[in-house]
């Protein structure tokens, strides 16, 4: 079993930078795809990056957001740069028990969440 835990969630102004971690327990953090999902009120969650043997981004964030990892930490991280108020949203991090060539956007696919952190972005 993993466990996700997310921080660096919380209120900024449009234009403003946040960086969220997630940090996983276990020993293989190095054999996960890592990503991240975010989730509006009254909309699907969304794949906005995730990061395995290749990186994938929504185009929504490309060019504005950037998922890294430190396999020594065994954490994940998530630059947000640019941030607008439509990136307003629950943000969660998530882990699927293998790496792959290309990332799966279906939330289906993942095997872990965390409980997700609030990001919001005032106009």
């Known amino acids: 079993q993993v466990q996700l835990v997310e921080s660096g969630g919380g209120l900024v102004q449009a234009g403003g930078s946040l960086r969220l971690s997630c940090v996983a327990s276990?020993?293989?953090?190095?054999?996960?795809?890592m990503g991240w999902f975010r989730q509006a009120p009254g909309k699907e969650r969304e794949l906005i990056a995730a990061?395995?043997?290749?990186?994938a981004y929504a185009d929504s964030v490309k060019g504005r957001f950037t998922i890294s990892r430190d396999n020594a930490k065994n954490t994940a991280y998530l630059q947000m740069n640019s941030l607008k108020p439509e990136d307003t949203a629950v943000y969660y991090c998530?882990?699927?028990?293998?790496?792959?060539?290309?990332?799966?956007?279906?939330?289906?696919?993942?095997?872990?969440w965390g409980q997700g952190t609030q990001v919001t972005v005032s106009s």
């Open positions: 998530v882990a699927k028990s293998a790496m792959v060539l290309a990332p799966p956007k279906s939330p289906t696919l993942y095997d872990y």
């Open positions: 276990g020993r293989t953090f190095r054999d996960y795809t």
């Open positions: 990061i395995s043997w290749t990186t």
